[in-house]
């Protein structure tokens, strides 16, 4: 099994600027989550996804966020207008029977 | 609903055992357990399903008790390895996962 990987590892934008991340999960697993973490706390839920439907979507969560997960595959997760306090590690996971797996994760700096 | 860990943080020397604690208010589907390394994603240790069980995983095990809603993480003779953040994390309905702030814990040789 190749793990979930994920596009591009760091990304550095200009506040305002819009940006996009892809995670490409572990083949078969029907479930994929977007996590977000900042230092020295643990990952905080964003949204999650089973196959294409995305079930849930943090009610912290701005509408400047958007995910998708066209066709139940891979999902892109973009922000919009970035500010500053949007910097932080954003990882996903893809999990079947429960047990989810994290990818490398995205680090975001806002400048 | 954010599930509470204690102790924050634990320096141990090789060798000595260590107990994490993970209690939620809320009645849980599952208990979820990960460690974190400095600049590492979440590594999945072991997941605990209702019903009240332990579990195992080299010498690091696990036990839920779904009636106190706790969780306690057991590391035995523990190595240099074991160093990093471990986080318990706690899903009510087979969903989501919501995690706590983790546990420090530091290994000396």
């Known amino acids: 099994d190749t793990g979930v990987s994920q596009n591009p590892r760091h990304k550095i934008t200009k506040r305002g600027q819009n940006v996009t991340f892809r995670c490409d999960p572990i083949?078969?697993?029907?479930?994929l989550y977007w996590y977000r973490q900042t230092l020295g706390q643990g990952p905080e839920f964003l949204t999650y996804?089973?196959?294409?439907?995305?079930?849930?979507k943090s009610r912290l969560l701005s509408d400047r966020f958007s995910a998708e997960r066209p066709k139940g595959s891979f999902s892109t997760l973009e922000i919009q207008r970035t500010e500053q306090g949007d910097s932080a590690m954003y990882l996903c996971?893809?999990?079947?029977?429960?047990?989810?797996?994290f990818g490398p994760g995205t680090r975001l700096t806002v400048t | 609903q954010q599930p509470v860990q204690s102790p924050q943080a634990v320096i141990l020397r090789e060798g000595e055992d260590a107990v994490i604690n993970c209690s939620s208010s809320?009645?849980?589907?599952?208990v979820h357990w990960y460690r974190q390394k400095h600049g590492e994603a979440p590594v999945f240790l072991m997941i605990?399903?209702?019903?009240?069980e332990q579990k195992g995983h080299e010498k690091i095990s696990a036990s839920f008790n779904e009636k106190k809603q706790q969780s306690s993480l057991y590391l035995t003779a523990s190595q240099l390895s074991y160093s990093g953040t471990y986080f318990c994390?706690?899903?009510?309905?087979?969903?989501?996962?919501?995690f706590g702030k983790g546990t420090r814990l530091h290994i000396l040789p």
């Open positions: 996804f089973q196959n294409e439907a995305q079930l849930e």
């Open positions: 994390g706690t899903d009510q309905s087979d969903d989501k996962i919501i």
């Open positions: 605990l399903l209702k019903g009240g």
């Open positions: 083949s078969e697993h029907n479930r």
């Open positions: 996971a893809s999990s079947r029977d429960s047990k989810q797996y």
């Open positions: 809320k009645a849980l589907y599952s």
